[in-house]
């Protein structure tokens, strides 16, 4: 069991990155985004440390410990990043006004 949540936790960081890579492609050349929120990103990347923190248990080869020790590192970087990310938005967009529209 180990060894699926080492695969899936890898799958999963590669995913998070992949995504975050195109939402902050997508924000610059202000494209077209299909990809989630960061929150949401956040989230995935969590799950993704800490699927790969019980990934540890599988030490079937050195692969498996390569998996693994990059799995927790680019996730921990990944949440570090998505976190302020969240962070910067929530404080920069607290005194939004919405715009009122009326019919005319």
Do not use: E, H
Not at 55 to 60: S, Y
Not at 63 to 75: F, G, Y
Request: hydrophobic residues 55%; positive net charge.
């Amino acid at each position: 069991m180990p060894r699926q949540y080492n695969l899936w936790s890898f799958y999963l960081c590669l995913f998070c990155i992949i995504i975050s890579s195109y939402a902050l492609y997508s924000t610059i050349r202000q494209t077209w985004i299909i990809a989630p929120p960061n929150y949401v990103l956040l989230l995935f990347t969590i799950i993704a440390l800490i699927l790969g923190i019980i990934g540890f248990k599988d030490k079937t080869n050195w692969l498996a410990k390569l998996r693994s020790w990059l799995t927790v590192l680019l996730s921990l970087l990944l949440i570090i990043i998505l976190f302020f990310s969240v962070l910067f938005t929530s404080f920069f967009s607290m005194g939004k006004v919405l715009i009122k529209t009326t019919l005319s």
